[in-house]
Each structure stands twice: as structure tokens, then as C-alpha cells.
């Protein structure tokens, strides 16, 4: 077998609703903070049964995009261009053109739903204004791949550049394609991730009436409460998560400031329901277990989980049944914590901001907790991290995204040693 290339972690950047960048993320989520309230990107009324979400605060788009580009760029791609930004300025890519070849830099970057902000007030305009009112650009600023093309033009990265789309584990399969493309030698360095912005009337009220997300309108802090005997639905939110990643050998030769490896993958289809996972997390026992056939890993070298951990019934339950089937009774040693019980869910791009917390959590050794966990399911029985972060040493670690429809994907991540 061809010897692969190692890919590392060398530079990430991130929009939660705990934090504008990386180093205010990861404060918060280490804190347990919360990014939970009202919704104030419109307008709710009492016909809306959800009137919470996890929204990123005080970002102005004007300090990073000119005027004209804020106007043409929805919401989402905009999230994509900051935390790219800031991936990009802190691996340090932009100061060694000699080093990359444009065509062996790549862009992958997911998103779930895309601009949906934008459908929803062109068609309002169509309706109220007419066919000639719609904007020329409604087009590009729609289409979920928009994110992926404006980074590569950012950069100038003409290597592979695309969209994946597999709903809440689109940024997770960003990941793994380009980890796919740099250890198989096609490329050195790639941009991935994924955004997402859909707190607009009609997708809350499609996850809403679906029954998917929490009702706990007057407590939206305590709302997400993954894996806790009260869990009853998700608190949708928004983001965007970017990692710089790069073969071991242009990182070493630049002298980068690794973060983390990546060591292996795993994807995989429920094949079951449109929906609901399928039972005892089928799909995802056997994402787990090719992530680690990958990694070249044993059960029991796994230290730490970021799970997907939505906080509805069937997620979390299935998930913890699906990790007990991988690990056997090594699944009482691991830590297990889902840090959507404070950033929400952010669908497209959860799996871009979580794998980025769960490098940060190898390279900082300490767990981030799951909050708001009170009273436990006794279908729910792994250790949590229940309310406070834990400092332990993480050697190795994986990051679950699970999506509607059935797709899956598992990202196994390792702390940064050079043996």
C-alpha cells in the first residue's frame, strides 16, 4: 500500500453564538456558557411554539467584507468569509505563496440549506414587486456552494473546490473530503468547513412543526440539554467553522504551529428513514468503527467523543447506544460531551466548529462539558462531562455529525506529536 501523507491542523477560525472568533469560542464553551435566548432576527409571535435560538452576536459584516460585497453576500457566505479569515491568518498560509502551488490548494466547504435568508425575501419581493424586482444576484447568493467559491477567490486556491451538502454532517464531510485529497498526495493544503444561517420564519417553523427543536421558550439557556432525562429538541443556531489543513511535510518545512492530526475518517448511510437515525445508531456505529480502522486505532486508545448530541430523544439515545456497541466497556472510560448543549445546533456547519473544539480540546487537554445536564436517562448512561470542563490528558479523540437523511461521518483527531 502507497505510504499516505499526514494532515495536520494548522490554522482554524470560527463564528459561534458563544464567541466572533476562536479564542472567544473556546473561552466560552471551557466557561459552559450558553448562547441561547430570544430570536431577534425576526419577528415571533405566539404562533410560533419556538421563539428561541443560538444566534451569533454583534458581528458586523463591514469589518471584514467592503459595502458592496455585504449586500451581495446572504448572511451564511458571510459567516464562511470571517472564519476563513481568521483560519487562514492564523495558520499563516499567507506568508509562504512560494511554498503553496495554487492548483494544489483545495476548498471544500458545506453547508446544510445555503441561503435560505435570501430565497425567503426574493420571493417575498417576487410576490410583492414583481418578476423585474428580483436581484441578479439571487442566484449566486443562494446556492450553498457560493461559500466554497468566494473563499477560493479570497485565496486564490485553485485546487479542488466544492460544496458538500448532507444536512447537519455537511462541514464533518467537507473535513474528511479534503482529508482524502492532501494524504493521497493530490494536493497540500485545503481550506474546510461549513456555514450555516437559518433563523428566518419559515425554516424555524419547518424545524418546529417537524417537532424537532425545544419549546423551553422561557428558559432558552436551558434549553439544550443533550443527553438529559428533560431533552426535548434542539435549539437551532448559526455559524461558521474553517480549518486550515496541510500535508505534514509543507507544514514541517514552513514551521508551522500545528494544532492537531487528523488521522483518519469514517462516513457511512442509515439507509433507514428520512429522519430518524436508524436503531441503536446503525449507520453511525459503523462511521465510529471505519474512522478507526482508518486511524489505525484500537477501541481503547480513544479518550474523548464530541458527540452529536442534539438533545432530542432519539439522537441521543441512539448515539449512546451506537458508542457502547464500538467500545464495549471502554465506553464507560471514555468522556463523552456534547458542546451543542451551548453553541446549539448549527447544522451545516456543526461539524466544522466541533471538530475545531475537539482539536482545541487535544491540544489544551481539557473536555468541554454538556450543560443543562440534571437528571439522568438511564438510556443515557456514559459519562457526559456533566456542567463543568474537565482537564485531563486527550491523546486521541473523535467528532461525530450525524444529518437528515441518514448521513454520517466520524472525524478521529489526535494530539500533535512529531514521532
Not at 98 to 104: A, D, F, G
Request: glycine content about 10%; hydrophobic content about 40%; overall charge negative.
Amino acid at each position: 500500500m502507497e505510504k499516505r501523507s499526514r494532515v495536520v491542523i494548522t490554522g482554524v477560525g470560527a463564528v459561534t453564538p458563544v464567541g466572533n472568533d476562536v479564542t472567544s469560542t473556546w473561552k466560552s464553551i471551557k466557561s459552559g456558557e450558553s448562547g441561547a435566548g430570544p430570536i431577534t432576527q425576526f419577528e415571533t409571535t405566539d404562533e410560533f411554539p419556538t421563539r428561541i435560538a443560538c444566534e451569533v452576536k454583534g458581528l458586523d459584516p463591514l469589518e471584514f467584507l467592503e459595502k458592496k460585497e455585504a449586500r451581495r453576500f446572504d448572511r451564511f457566505a458571510q459567516l464562511a468569509l470571517k472564519s476563513a479569515e481568521e483560519a487562514v491568518s492564523d495558520s499563516g498560509i499567507q506568508d509562504f505563496a512560494n511554498l503553496i502551488i495554487p492548483e494544489r490548494f483545495g476548498v471544500i466547504f458545506g453547508s446544510g440549506i445555503g441561503g435560505i435568508s435570501t430565497l425567503e425575501t426574493q420571493h417575498d419581493i417576487l410576490r410583492e414587486k414583481g418578476p423585474r424586482a428580483v436581484s441578479p444576484f439571487f442566484i449566486p447568493m443562494f446556492i450553498p456552494d457560493i461559500a466554497a467559491g468566494l473563499i477560493s477567490i479570497r485565496y486564490g486556491a485553485k485546487g479542488p473546490n466544492y460544496a458538500t451538502v448532507s444536512a447537519c454532517a455537511s462541514s464533518a464531510h467537507a473535513i474528511c473530503d479534503a482529508f482524502r485529497y492532501i494524504s493521497q498526495g493530490d494536493v497540500d493544503v485545503m481550506i474546510a468547513g461549513g456555514s450555516e444561517s437559518t433563523l428566518t420564519p419559515l425554516a424555524v417553523m419547518g424545524f418546529a412543526n417537524m417537532k424537532a427543536l425545544s419549546r423551553r421558550n422561557e428558559d432558552p439557556e436551558g434549553a439544550s440539554r443533550p443527553f438529559d432525562a428533560g431533552r426535548d429538541g434542539f435549539v437551532v443556531g448559526e455559524g461558521a467553522g474553517s480549518i486550515v489543513m496541510e500535508s505534514l511535510d509543507i507544514a514541517l518545512e514552513r514551521g508551522a504551529d500545528i494544532i492537531a492530526e487528523i488521522i483518519g475518517y469514517g462516513v457511512s448511510a442509515d439507509a433507514y428513514h428520512i429522519t430518524l437515525p436508524a436503531p441503536e445508531g446503525q449507520g453511525a456505529q459503523y462511521a465510529m468503527k471505519k474512522a478507526l480502522e482508518s486511524a489505525g486505532l484500537q477501541a481503547n486508545e480513544v479518550d474523548y467523543i464530541n458527540a452529536h448530541g442534539t438533545s432530542t430523544i432519539a439522537n441521543d439515545r441512539n448515539e449512546t447506544l451506537a458508542i457502547k456497541s464500538v467500545f464495549g466497556a471502554h465506553a464507560h472510560s471514555l468522556l463523552v460531551s456534547s458542546t451543542k448543549s451551548m453553541t446549539g445546533h448549527l447544522l451545516g456547519a456543526a461539524g466544522g466548529v466541533e471538530a475545531i473544539l475537539t482539536a482545541l480540546t487535544c491540544k489544551h487537554n481539557v473536555v468541554p462539558p454538556t450543560i443543562n445536564y440534571t437528571d439522568s436517562d438511564s438510556d443515557c448512561d456514559l459519562n457526559y462531562v456533566p456542567n463543568n470542563a474537565i482537564e485531563t490528558e486527550v491523546s486521541v479523540a473523535l467528532s461525530n455529525s450525524f444529518g437528515f437523511g441518514g448521513h454520517n461521518a466520524c472525524i478521529a483527531l489526535r494530539a500533535w506529536r512529531n514521532d
